[in-house]
């Protein structure tokens, strides 16, 4: 299925991932307020100045996806989870490491913003 929206993503989950979803789309929505909610790779996401992050349901985690720095910048404290250079698994039993996510998402914005005063700069 193609999704148009986050809402229609998360109704088209099982009802068991739905919660944690939405509890993973409302820590993105606090810690980047400005950003914009979208769809991008069939898969919720958040541009500001650049993409953020996107996250995804899959059949035992929940992905997020915050680009390789995202993922380098946190190592440490991502290494209870399954990790690859631009993801992480956040196991569906467990609950979202909350605060975790609110640090990567900051982290992102700040790096978005930072890359985009260096353009103005340029110009």
Request: hydrophobic letters at 40%.
């Amino acid at each position: 299925m193609k999704y148009e929206t986050v809402d229609s993503y998360i109704a088209d989950q099982p009802v068991v991932i739905r919660e944690m979803l939405e509890r993973m789309r409302a820590t993105i929505k606090k810690a980047a307020p400005k950003a914009e909610e979208l769809i991008s790779y069939n898969m919720p996401a958040y541009k500001l100045n650049g993409m953020l992050v996107w996250f995804a349901a899959h059949s035992k985690h929940i992905g997020l996806y915050p680009r390789g720095s995202g993922i380098e910048e946190f190592s440490e404290e991502l290494s209870p989870y399954k990790r690859s250079k631009g993801t992480v698994q956040f196991p569906l039993d467990k609950p979202l490491p909350v605060g975790l996510i609110t640090k990567i998402v900051k982290f992102r914005v700040a790096e978005n913003m930072e890359r985009e005063a260096l353009k103005k700069k340029v110009k």
